[in-house]
């Protein structure tokens, strides 16, 4: 049995250890190839009275072993905030410890303590352990809408 961890809100300082766990996700999603973000962005994007974006880091034995980053959204019909998980991850050595389940725990607490009315997020399709896990949360697919995406050369040329 793993020592305990502990979860705890990343700070700038967190950069380093949130850009690793972001480059482990994308290597189990397949998408490293995708990654081009870097401390600095992660650095700038959790400062400041108005950050763009949220994290907790698990730690476990000085090493943080797991993420969560989110940012809030804005839902018109209940006019007010949506808790978005952009992403989670754990290291495939620290999973079935509790760590993902203590990280939803702590976002679902944070999303009703701030009013949100939801907490939202995407996973691959091909992700059957992790779908099957937001399953037994009491997570459902959302039915009826297609996520879209506007990017690259064609944004560049739509605002153009």
């Known amino acids: ?3 305990s961890f502990r979860l ?3 700070t700038p300082d967190d950069a380093a250890d949130v850009l690793r766990l972001v480059r482990a996700l994308a290597e189990y999603e397949r998408m490293l190839h995708e990654v081009v973000a870097t401390e600095d962005h992660f650095a700038r994007a959790l400062a400041g009275p108005a950050p763009k974006a949220y994290a907790a ?3 476990l034995d000085g090493q943080a072993v ?3 980053l989110w ?3 804005f839902s018109t019909f209940m006019g007010g905030p949506d808790l978005f998980l952009e992403d989670l991850f754990v290291d495939p050595e620290h999973r079935g410890t ?3 389940l203590a990280f939803f725990r702590y976002l679902a607490h944070r999303a009703q303590t701030e009013k949100c009315r939801r907490m939202e997020w995407r996973v691959l399709n091909w992700n059957q352990p992790s ?3 937001y399953h037994r949360l009491g997570a459902r697919p959302m039915q009826d809408w297609t996520v879209m995406q506007l990017e690259g050369p064609a944004l560049a040329a ?3």
Do not use: K, Q, S
């Open 66 to 68: 797991g993420l969560a």
């Open 98 to 100: 509790g760590i993902g």
């Open 131 to 133: 779908i099957d896990f």
């Open 8 to 10: 705890r809100d990343a």
């Open 1 to 3: 049995m793993p020592a």
């Open 71 to 73: 940012y809030y959204t």
């Open 57 to 59: 880091l698990a730690w």
């Open 158 to 160: 739509l605002a153009a």
